[in-house]
T-cell receptor, first 115, second 114 residues
Framework: DTGVSQNPRHKITKRGQNVTFRCDPI?????LYWYRQTLGQGPEFLTY????????KSRLLSDRFSAERPKGSFSTLEIQRTEQGDSAMYLC?????????????FGQGTRLTVV | AQSVSQHNHHVILSEAASLELGCNYS??????LFWYVQYPGQHLQLLLK??????LVKGIKGFEAEFIKSKFSFNLRKPSVQWSDTAEYFC????????????FGTGTRLKVLA
């Protein structure tokens, strides 16, 4: 499968613990996005990278959230001191920057449950 | 700030009925527009996209959408729905320059009765 890959698919954690998610984009894609989706809502933008540079962060992204894309390939999203309100589906997407814009391809997501 | 509104949150249709889902966006500049679909248990997939040119775009599975710039709208249509079209549909906007994030609407959950 050469699509966007996210791991783990599911994560249950206790409140206060740290969690880290990984996203492997489509190999030639230089843009990588993180979104959060809760029940009944559309995906909410969190942050995006072009290559290794984090170009934009949403105000939704509190100080407890950090994302990296160290070599411009895979990315990690870490949530520190998780809270119950962090429970959501975390989506990763990638796209190819070039002339104009191309569509974003989404992964299956990581479902986080904070208990 | 950019935003996307989808007015129909839940739609129930019988097979062979026609479908139109509304999408309005707020952004004054050049935009790229998308419709994504999420089938039960699956990831978001692209149905169709508009970048420029003919404002009537055709996508997969018989879907089409019309970009009306004066109305800031990008409504999704299908002349005859099938049971397999049961899914959640999301409209999305990308500014196309300056920022490349995609802004999504809240989605429309479509149920097609066999």
């Amino acid at each position: 499968d050469t699509g966007v890959s996210q791991n783990p698919r599911h994560k249950i954690t206790k409140r206060g613990q740290n969690v880290t998610f990984r996203c492997d984009p489509i190999s030639e894609h230089n843009r990588l996005y993180w979104y959060r989706q809760t029940l009944g809502q559309g995906p909410e933008f969190l942050t995006y990278f072009q290559n290794e540079a984090q170009l934009e962060k949403s105000r939704l992204l509190s100080d407890r959230f950090s994302a990296e894309r160290p070599k411009g390939s895979f990315s990690t999203l870490e949530i520190q001191r998780t809270e119950q309100g962090d429970s959501a589906m975390y989506l990763c997407a990638s796209s190819l920057a070039g002339q104009g814009s191309t569509e974003a391809f989404f992964g299956q997501g990581t479902r986080l449950t904070v208990v | 700030a950019q935003s996307v509104s989808q007015h129909n949150h839940h739609v129930i249709l019988s097979e062979a009925a026609s479908l139109e889902l509304g999408c309005n966006y707020s952004y004054g500049g050049t935009v790229n527009l998308f419709w994504y679909v999420q089938y039960p248990g699956q990831h978001l997939q692209l149905l169709l996209k508009y970048f420029s040119g003919d404002p009537l775009v055709k996508g997969i599975k018989g879907f089409e959408a019309e970009f009306i710039k004066s109305k800031f709208s990008f409504n999704l249509r299908k002349p005859s729905v099938q049971w397999s079209d049961t899914a959640e549909y999301f409209c999305a906007v990308n500014a196309g320059s300056g920022t490349y994030k995609y802004i999504f609407g809240t989605g429309t959950r479509l149920k097609v009765l066999a």
